[in-house]
């Protein structure tokens, strides 16, 4: 008896979906416009997980997400609007008219491979779809389980029902579609810049977010070289624009570039056309190292932080060295961080730049004056300074006028201290 096997029916290994979609151009890329089932965002969309952060993206909150799938299951008259993602160089396009407009676009599957596509705008909703997904699929299962015990006619029958009704949910999430537009961009920088503009307008973005991504300032370009340092490194809130005493880091990435821009131009200044043009990004990187090995040696406070592991575990209660620097020390302000940031740039530029050394011997002269709140016998009650210093203050006044005022005095002591100092 012979037997006849027809390979055409048999299933081939896929990596990767196909869609009918529309090729046009935007700010000088070619954007590839689709709609997709709701189920495919996991597969050709990498699923993100709240308890890592993108570093191409914001944080993922898991309840918004959550409360996404359950807006499309309660919801049938549903609407979303399309989601926006990156296309580094994986897709393929096959046109079928006579003007390359429309065609055959086929995605590799993030599932199982390295993900082609990056997703710019709708993290939210390809978790939320996820975990729809899964608690269908883990309802389904639980009911099957069930009905393979012995139970009732009655109680059978509701659990088919119900089963039949969660066939229903995710053959929906089959057959809804959304958008989807894909911007080919294979430089990652640039990738970063879109995410920024796209979210420019966006109700919510924060400055933390805005200077991890916003490429155009050097401020912010150099900031993931400058947290590496050590004082820095896994101390710097990603997503926060404040410090709150419940916040086990040091700073924000607003912060950061705050400082920066401190010492390659002036508290409270910007940094102007020309000098975002003719400062290269190892410079800045250089400076703002220097700046910070100097505090971290002088300042008995900021040198405890770099012995403290930011990843270790601690017990309920345990305060971080950072948080207790914020208890009680002037440091724990970024507002005076940014001023010593000032007085470092003042006392290196000119005719005479004063070493690194002497910089830091100085600001060793300063650290038995950084104890907070101030009090009325304090070098910052009893001098010049006094304008720049609320009463029993833990930080500088942030006005603009008092932070370049404060940085001047502080760098005329260098050469003229006062007799407390």
Known sequence: MSITIDPLRLSKPQDSSTYLAIRTNQGGRAVYSTRVPLLDLPTILPVPDPNDVD????????????????????????????????????????????????????????????????????????????????????????????????????????????????????????????????????????????????ADNAKGISSAVRARFDNYKIANRTLGDVIDHPLLKGRVDAEQDRMTLKNPNLMGAKHVADITRAIIAKPGGRVGKRAEQTLTDGEVIEQVKDFLDVISTAFTGLSAITEDDPDAERVPGELTKAQQLRRNSLLGSVGMLRVLGGVFRDLRTGDNPVELGDITEFFKRLDPHMTAPVDESSIWRTTEAHIDFEPNASAPIMRTQNIIHLVGVISGWYRRPPASL
């Open 55 to 198: 570093k191409d993206n914001r944080k993922v909150d898991r309840l918004h997400a959550k409360q996404f799938g359950e807006y499309l299951d309660s919801k049938q008259d549903w609407v979303a609007p399309a989601l926006l993602a990156r296309d580094g160089g994986g897709c393929t396009f096959e046109q079928v008219d006579g003007h390359g407009a429309v065609g055959y676009l086929t995605i590799p599957w993030a599932i199982g491979g390295i993900a082609t596509l990056r997703t710019i705008d709708g993290q939210h909703r390809v978790l939320g779809v996820s975990i729809e997904k899964q608690r269908i699929t883990v309802a389904i299962s639980a009911i099957d389980r069930e009905l393979a015990r012995k139970v009732s006619v009655d109680k059978a029958a509701k659990l088919r029902v119900e089963r039949e009704n969660l066939v229903g949910r995710m053959n929906r999430l089959k057959n809804e579609f959304i958008g989807l537009d894909i911007y080919v961009e294979p430089d990652p920088i640039k990738a970063q810049q879109m995410f920024v503009d796209v």
